[in-house]
Structures are given as C-alpha cells and as structure tokens.
C-alpha cells in the first residue's frame, strides 16, 4: 500500500478519552508495530510480529509513518505502510477493563495496545 493512502479507524468513546488522557491537543499519535520491527518497539521476537501494537505521542511528525489514519475522535493520528500489511478493513480500538483492543475484520488483531509517550 502506499503511504499516500488515508486508512479509517473508528475509535470508542472510552478508547478515545484514554488515549487523550495521554495525548495533549496538537501532539501526534502513531500507531506502531511494537515487535521489534521499529525505533518505538519495545519487545521483540518471532512471536510478537504483527501482534503487538501501540499507540505513540509524539511532539512533531515521524516521516516514517505517514499514512494518516482517519478517525472519529479527531486525533492526529498516523501509521506507516509496514503496520498496513497486518491490518484489515473496518479497524477499531475499544477500552475493556481499563485495556485498549485493536480489531479488524478478521476479528482481535491485539487485546492489550499500549500508549507511550
């Protein structure tokens, strides 16, 4: 996929007032393979690959991950082309049990996504 392209995530509520609760008002927001694979990544190994993700607040764009993630909770928020490859349509990220989930159409891509900053 191109990194032009503009991807969708519907956010919940609660998953949206979690991630502000993080995030200040102007910050960028990735969303980051956390397998190794990039500079945010904290673990690592063949298990993890494409299962992990997070969500990273940053000051200031990453030209890494430029394909910007369209979302309902108005959050500036960007992944990049690798992270594409496990993701599918229909993306969502919702809060249970005080945990954020990341799922698809193939159903829960990661039930534990994290938020660095």
Known sequence: MSDTKTIQMKIKAAA???????AKTGQVIILALNDGSNKYSDLGGSCTIGANFQFVVLSQRDPDFAVKVANNAGLNLYTSAAELQFLEDNLVVDEKNTVLTLADDSGII????????
């Open 16 to 22: 949206a007032e979690k991630i502000n609760s993080v």
């Open 110 to 117: 990661d039930n534990a996504v994290t938020i660095k900053h």
